[in-house]
């Protein structure tokens, strides 16, 4: 059964740090064409991609907020750790991790990838001071 | 980034009725496209991936067409435990981007 769960601090005060971390289970992220991804809501809106580590530790960042993230993974912990620098009480919403495995097709030479397929529950961050 | 528009932004259908959700998007994104549920205070859940491939367990009332720019999610026979918000959601290109939702509101 693969779950992930997401982790961290309820409260941050402006400007300051947050690190979250995705612990998950069921699969690894050392399979080949593995991504796990961040994905946020803030309250009463619509879903925001922020960050995605694959198999091979490559990252992609959201355009608008890549100078604030860093995403990293230990695979001997199955465990993804997101970090954004300068909170602002606008970041404050419901933050998720999810899973998307990629399928290797021959005729394309590489990874199709199709959707989320697993989500955590979400942990709810508040910026406030 | 690719730029996707969902519409409309919600509406207010009755039981039984057939629903079809538009996502349309900035450039052409061939199938990469899923659509995802989500209920309040829950995760959203993958129903249909590459743009019409239902998900195991997903009621067959759910299909998705589409290819390029224009995908359309289709609920035929709403039931009550289907009023959500509904996200799009493209694979074509980083950064991944989701449309704005269409939250279905019971009338």
């Known amino acids: 059964q693969v779950t992930l769960r997401e982790s961290g601090p309820a409260l941050v005060g402006p400007t300051q740090t947050l690190t979250l971390t995705c612990s998950f289970s069921g699969f690894s992220l050392t399979t080949s064409g593995m991504y796990v991804t961040w994905v946020r809501q803030p309250p009463g809106k619509a879903l925001e991609w922020l960050a995605l580590i694959d198999w091979d530790d490559n990252k992609y960042y959201s355009t608008s907020l890549k100078t604030r993230l860093a995403v990293s993974k230990d695979t001997s912990k199955n465990q993804v750790v997101l970090t954004m620098t300068n909170m602002d009480p606008v970041d404050t919403g419901t933050y998720y991790c999810t899973r998307i495995p990629g399928r290797f097709l021959e005729w394309e030479g590489g990874f199709h990838y199709s959707g989320m397929d697993v989500w955590g529950q979400g942990t709810t961050v508040t910026v406030s001071s | 980034a690719i730029h996707l528009t969902q519409s409309p932004s919600s509406l207010s259908p009755s039981v039984g009725d057939r629903v079809t959700i538009t996502c349309r998007a900035s450039?052409?994104?061939?199938?990469?496209l899923a659509w995802y549920q989500q209920m309040p205070g829950k995760p959203p859940k993958l129903l249909i991936s590459?743009?019409?491939n239902l998900e195991t367990g997903v009621p067959s009332r759910f299909s998705g067409s589409g290819s390029g720019t224009e995908f359309t999610l289709t609920i035929s026979g709403l039931q009550p435990e289907d009023f959500a918000t509904y996200y799009c959601q493209q694979f074509r290109s980083f950064p991944l981007t989701f449309g704005g939702g269409t939250k279905v509101e019971i009338k």
């Open positions: 450039e052409g994104i061939s199938t990469v």
């Open positions: 590459d743009a019409s």
